[in-house]
């Protein structure tokens, strides 16, 4: 009896070890492998996120064009900020093509890859065979992606200016080179989500739906109102997902024409001031500070409702 309450406490709880316990059972050899499992995630943290994106802040603040040495930087304060939203023409077409890559992203590859998983999630013939084909082109090197897309797009020999007996410069006419490279990006975009939509939906409790088809609910009726709240977490992801990718759109429009004739983006901005023929840091430092910036915003509004959803559990 003294041992069970000595086990327990003398409110009959278990009591859980301190920290000086574990210290105890810890001999030298397995504090070092702690230390070194924290410590080299921590180092690499520092050195590859945060050293940067601290020395880009500082670097925004002054003009360096990356050959002389440090002391060589001219700091102007806020300067490169005025000029990027006053007198750099291609910022603000940057932002609202950003804007039209959020917003296609949301309408189309995002609720197109949610509906790919619902229909995949029936347990349907040949599921794993769908489920590897779309997700296919989000494991293609980029290369492959844009030599994929280029036979589509050739204005000559183009996929599908043979078909409709057209000569549209699909990737150098700045009115339609955007939309191309959605197209492209919806290509990647939706196995990605599809993806995770399907591992969510795999987690729902199947009790929720028996429960809902015994009251007499649609598969339709089940799924907004029952199956896609409970998904509310999966939902959270995918929406800072998709900003955050809108963002950083890059890739696809620099190897199309390095960001430019109409297809200017944030991210291909940085670039071509910071590895272009400008070598801009200062410059490009400031506008990679504002797509930093803008991005951050809301990964810490995704953060706070998961934060509030620990806290009321």
Do not use: C
């Not at 000086?20 to 499992?37: F, I």
């Not at 189309?108 to 779309?134: C, E, I, S």
């Not at 036979?151 to 000569?167: A, C, K, P, T």
């Not at 409790?205 to 999966?234: K, N």
């Amino acid at each position: 009896m003294a041992d069970a309450l000595d086990v327990r406490g003398g409110s009959g709880r278990r009591k859980r070890p301190g920290r000086r316990s574990l210290r105890r059972r810890l001999n030298g050899r397995d504090r070092a492998v702690v230390m070194t499992m924290a410590l080299l995630p921590a180092v690499f943290v520092l050195a590859l996120v945060w050293f940067p994106a601290v020395l880009s802040v500082i670097l925004s603040f002054g003009v360096w064009n990356g050959i002389g040495p440090i002391d060589t930087i001219q700091w102007v304060g806020t300067q490169n900020y005025h000029d990027i939203v006053t007198i750099y023409p291609p910022f603000w077409p940057a932002i609202r093509h950003n804007l039209i890559w959020l917003g296609f992203l949301f309408l189309g590859p995002t609720l197109l890859g949610m509906f790919l998983a619902v229909v995949l999630d029936k347990n349907m013939r040949f599921g794993r065979f769908y489920q590897t084909a779309f997700y296919m082109p989000v494991v293609l090197s980029l290369a492959l992606t844009g030599f994929i897309w280029q036979l589509m797009y050739s204005r000559d020999q183009g996929l599908i200016n043979e078909v409709f007996h057209s000569q549209v410069d699909w990737y150098g006419d700045p009115k339609v080179n955007l939309w191309a490279a959605l197209v492209a990006t919806a290509w990647r975009h939706t196995g990605y989500i599809m993806l995770i939509y399907l591992a969510g939906l795999k987690g729902v409790d199947p009790s929720l739906r028996e429960a809902a088809a015994v009251d007499g609910a649609t598969e339709v009726q089940t799924f907004f109102r029952i199956v896609f709240p409970v998904m509310r977490p999966i939902n959270m992801i995918v929406v800072v997902i998709v900003v955050i990718e809108s963002i950083r759109a890059f890739d696809l429009v620099w190897v199309i024409n390095r960001g430019t004739n109409g297809l200017e983006l944030i991210g291909a901005l940085v670039a071509q001031n910071v590895v272009g023929e400008a070598s801009r840091y200062g410059f490009g430092s400031a506008l990679a500070v504002i797509m930093m910036v803008i991005s951050s915003v809301f990964i810490t509004l995704y953060l706070r409702v998961v934060f509030r959803e620990e806290r009321d559990r």
